[in-house]
């Protein structure tokens, strides 16, 4: 599975970007993909998961209401809307596929429940 992310850049706080993450390399809808963020200095961390089939998604406190993970099987891309933006969430964002599961409806807040991994995209919130 190879995983491209892509829509980063540098926005202003309460602006917004649409990050995407293209898959390749296997049926898209065979496996549930997540969204992390690493900032400078600071481990990374969970941001959203989404189940295979789309019906179920999963958000970190500190950004639920304000981001938002979908994902389209037909174009092999999952994405990550995010609203509301805040200087805080300044990091490179990493997407990431999940192959091992086999539960349609499950969603994956852990890092290490997860197989492979896009090259991350930044995104910088200006104050």
């Known amino acids: 599975v190879q995983l491209q992310a892509s829509g980063g850049g540098l926005v202003q706080a309460g602006g917004s970007l649409r990050l995407s993450c293209a898959a390749s390399?296997?049926?898209?809808?065979?496996?549930?993909m997540g969204w992390f963020r690493q900032a400078p200095g600071k481990e990374r961390e969970f941001v959203a998961a989404?189940?295979?089939?789309?019906?179920?998604?999963y958000y970190a406190d500190s950004v639920k209401g304000r981001f938002t993970i979908s994902r389209d099987n037909a174009e092999n891309t999952v994405y990550l809307q995010m609203n509301s933006l805040k200087p805080e969430d300044t990091a490179v964002y990493y997407c990431a596929a999940n192959i091992r599961s086999n539960y349609y409806s499950s969603c994956f807040p852990r890092s290490d429940e997860y197989d492979y991994w896009g090259q991350g995209t930044q995104v910088t919130v200006s104050s």
């Open positions: 390399g296997r049926t898209f809808s065979t496996y549930a």
């Open positions: 989404i189940s295979r089939s789309g019906g179920s998604t």
